[in-house]
Antibody, heavy 117, light 110 residues
Framework: EVQLLESGGGLVQPGGSLRLSCAASGFTFSSYVMSWVRQTPGKGLEWVSTISGPGGSTSYADSVKGRFTVSRDNSKSTLYLQMNTLRADDTAVYYC??????????WGQGTLVTVSS | QSVLTQPPSASGTPGQRVTISCSGSSSNIGGNVVHWYQQIPGTAPKLLIYSNDQRPSGVPDRFSGSKSGTSASLAISGLQSEDEADYYCAAWDDGLDGPVFGGGTRLSVL
């Protein structure tokens, strides 16, 4: 059974940094493209970033480009999202997702990031 | 505003058939597959339909999906109380070079 478990969320001040992790199990992690998707009550679901199986190819939504960095450690079956220069509008529940046909197939349970002073 | 357009709400009575629409453009739905998700408030989205009309194992055949041109639809037949949830469509967008989502439809079972 595929399991994705996010961690690392919390309260951070504007301009601060946070690193999210997503521990994967139940599938061959290195073979799958993975993504981060966030959800806010106001803006709904929003794609954040995607990384290829080997980790050499990444892409980002314009709203986070230059501030967020996605990475993975296939030896640990773990996906990461380094978030810098955080803003209030980054406040959301962040989900990691295993993709099928370039869209989320399996989702983690999510981790809440709150950016506030 | 979401790239894909869904009605904000839908409703039906137990046993009825309900459809939820998802409208896009040639850069997303028109040229790519559509997935549908069900989300119970407070939980993560769950895949309901993939590749326009395919059901993952474990999803009842009461749920079906279709796509035509730049629009897609999710149909739920034999509506049950446990179907009360938010439903989202998603498609890859060639222009944005990433997935885009609908704003979600809240389904109420009256």
């Amino acid at each position: 059974e595929v399991q994705l478990l996010e961690s690392g969320g919390g309260l951070v001040q504007p301009g601060g940094s946070l690193r999210l992790s997503c521990a994967a199990s139940g599938f061959t992690f290195s073979s799958y493209v993975m993504s981060w998707v966030r959800q806010t009550p106001g803006k709904g679901l929003e794609w954040v970033s995607t990384i290829s199986g080997p980790g050499g190819s990444t892409s980002y939504a314009d709203s986070v480009k230059g501030r967020f960095t996605v990475s993975r450690d296939n030896s640990k079956s773990t996906l990461y999202l380094q978030m810098n220069t955080l803003r209030a509008d980054d406040t959301a529940v962040y989900y990691c997702a295993k993709l099928l046909l370039k869209l989320p197939y399996n989702w983690g349970q999510g981790t809440l990031v709150t950016v506030s002073s | 505003q979401s790239v894909l357009t869904q009605p904000p709400s839908a409703s039906g009575t137990p046993g009825q058939r309900v459809t939820i629409s998802c409208s896009g453009s040639s850069s997303n739905i028109g040229g790519n597959v559509v997935h549908w998700y069900q989300q119970i408030p407070g939980t993560a989205p769950k895949l309901l339909i993939y590749s326009n009309d395919q059901r993952p194992s474990g999803v009842p055949d009461r749920f079906s999906g279709s796509k035509s041109g730049t629009s897609a639809s999710l149909a739920i037949s034999g509506l049950q109380s446990e179907d009360e949830a938010d439903y989202y469509c998603a498609a890859w967008d060639d222009g944005l070079d990433g997935p885009v989502f609908g704003g979600g439809t809240r389904l109420s079972v009256l």
